[in-house]
T-cell receptor
Framework: EAGVAQSPRYKIIEKRQSVAFWCNPI?????LYWYQQILGQGPKLLIQ????????DSQLPKDRFSAERLKGVDSTLKIQPAKLEDSAVYLC??????????FGPGTRLTVL | DAKTTQPPSMDCAEGRAANLPCNHS???????VYWYRQIHSQGPQYIIH???NNETNEMASLIITEDRKSSTLILPHATLRDTAVYYC?????????????FGGGTRLMVKP
């Protein structure tokens, strides 16, 4: 069974630039999550989708972050414009049931 | 979500059992205990979850005290590949998904 795919794996940008991350969840998983993990901390949930609808985006900085999952399968997370404090690993996860989330390898973003 | 308390770091000798404690004294009756781990430069990996009873799978055992205020994750024969950060999370499992709140976790170092 293929895991959660994310791309790119690494991205370096300058502050005020835009960046987008892509996630393809495990086939059949209706629920998709985006997490932000700052170095030395645990992951923090940004947004949760159920199919193509948003379940929770309360911790998403909506002035600069946006996410979509148009067809209920893959998803894109965008930052526009990026700030220095956005440097982090962005993790995508998907789940089929209430208990187990499957995480992708993450995208490491460095904002200079 | 109930708050959890874990020691920041632990060491374990290879081949010995690793016992990772977690305190969740404010846990509610419908909240589950989840354990995930994160190996360096990888996304978190689900290990096990439980509500009241002790649980065991191919990776680990979860021992929950009778009052549910604390739990212990047991890796019966730790190997070097078990070196990781282990997260204890307490959360209600709802039908819309399962938003995980990660704390600082316990950094387990398995030594030869």
């Amino acid at each position: 069974e293929a895991g959660v795919a994310q791309s790119p794996r690494y991205k370096i940008i300058e502050k005020r630039q835009s960046v987008a991350f892509w996630c393809n969840p495990i086939s059949g998983h209706a629920t998709l999550y985006w997490y932000q993990q700052i170095l030395g901390q645990g992951p923090k949930l940004l947004i949760q989708f159920q199919n193509n609808g948003v379940v929770d985006d309360s911790q998403l900085p909506k002035d600069r972050f946006s996410a979509e999952r148009l067809k209920g399968v893959d998803s894109t997370l965008k930052i526009q414009p990026a700030k220095l404090e956005d440097s982090a690993v962005y993790l995508c996860a998907s789940s089929l049931d209430r208990f187990e989330q499957f995480f992708g390898p993450g995208t490491r973003l460095t904002v200079l | 979500d109930a708050k959890t308390t874990q020691p920041p770091s632990m060491d374990c000798a290879e081949g010995r059992a690793a016992n990772l404690p977690c305190n969740h004294s404010t846990i509610s009756g419908n909240e589950y205990v989840y354990w995930y781990r994160q190996i360096h430069s990888q996304g978190p990996q689900y290990i096990i979850h439980g509500l009241k009873n002790n649980e065991t799978n191919e990776m680990a055992s979860l021992i929950i005290t009778e009052d549910r205020k604390s739990s212990t994750l047991i890796l019966p024969h730790a190997t070097l590949r078990d070196t990781a950060v282990y997260y204890c999370i307490v959360r209600v499992a709802n039908n819309a998904g399962n938003m995980l709140t990660f704390g600082g976790g316990t950094r387990l170092m398995v030594k030869p």
